[in-house]
C-alpha cells in the first residue's frame, strides 16, 4: 500500500460531450488555477477557455502543452518531472474524461508510481448518458471502447463477447457504422436489442433503437457525427454440442481451422470448447 508523497497534483478533468452549459462548475475553477494544463487538442482548448471566460491569474506563468495519443508516451516523464517540482496539473481532452477511451492512463500510472496525488473533475460522460437514454438494462453494463478497425480481429473480439451478459457499450466512427453492426448482428444475431447514440447532447442528437440486425441496414444509409452503441447482454442459451456441429462442418469445410471454429463457438453459446471439437472429431470417424 502506497500514500501519495509528492507535492504535484494531477486533476483529470472532464468536459463537456456537446453543449458548453453542461461543463460542471468546478471546470473553470481548475482551469483557472492550473500550473499547467496538458491538453488533447490546444486549439479546442483555448476555444473552452474562452466560453467558460477562465481569466489568466495576475502574473500567471501557466503552461499549456499538448498531450495525445502521438505524444503521450514521450510528453508523460515532462509532465512528472513538472508534477516533482510542485505542479498542479490540470489533463483535459476533447470530450468527456480523460482516460477514458482518451489520453489520460499513462500519466495518471506515472503520477501514482511517482507519489503524486490524482483527482478528478466529473462530469459529461458519453458512456453514461448512452447508458441512460438506451432503453436497454443499466444494472450491470460494460465499456468496450472502440472495436478493433479490421474485419477479422473485429469478428473475433465479437465472438469473445457474445455470451457477455452485461449490456455492453462502444464507441465507433460513423464510416465503420453500418459494418461493426453487421458483423455485432452475426456475432450476437439480428435481434439482439441495441441503440445507436448519435451526436449526444449536441443540436442533432438522435437515439435509434431496434434489433442489430435492422439497425446495420439502418446504417448503410451513411450516418455522421460522434457514435455511441448500447448493445444489450446476452440471454441464457439452450444449446448441445450435438447441435452446433453442422455449423462446425460448414466452416471447417470453408477452409477455418477446428479448434479456433470451437472456440468461437464455445465463446458464443458457452459451450465447452473441448466438447465441441471432441463431437465433430467423433463424428468424422
Known sequence: MAADTGAGVVVLAATPIGR???A??????????ADVIAAEDTR???????ELDVPNRPGSDRTVLSYHEHNEAARTADLVERLDAGARVVLVTDAG???VSDPGYRL????????????AVPGPSAVLTALAVSGLSVDRFCFEGFLPRKAG???????????????????????????SLTDLAAAFGPERSAAVCRELTKTYEEVVRGGLGELADWAREGTRGE?????????PTHTSAAEQLDEIAERVDSGERLKTVCAEIAAATGLSS???????????R
Not at 24 to 33: G, Q, S, T, Y
Not at 112 to 117: E, N, S
Not at 155 to 176: I, Q, S
Not at 274 to 284: G, I, N, Q
Request: glycine share 4%; no cysteine; net charge positive.
Open 153 to 179: 480481429e473485429r469478428r473475433r473480439a465479437l465472438a469473445a463477447l457474445a455470451r457477455e451478459p452485461r449490456t455492453m457499450v462502444f464507441f465507433e466512427a460513423p464510416h465503420r457504422l453500418a459494418d
Open 227 to 235: 457514435i455511441t452503441l448500447v448493445v444489450s447482454g446476452a440471454g
Open 274 to 284: 473441448k466438447a465441441l471439437y471432441d463431437a465433430y472429431v467423433a463424428r468424422t
Open 108 to 119: 495518471v500510472r506515472a503520477a501514482i508510481d511517482a507519489g503524486h496525488r490524482v483527482t
Open 24 to 33: 460542471p462548475p468546478r471546470l473553470a475553477e481548475e482551469l483557472a488555477r
Open 20 to 22: 458548453i452549459d453542461d
Open 97 to 99: 474524461m480523460p482516460s
Open 44 to 50: 479546442r482548448l483555448q476555444r473552452l477557455l474562452r
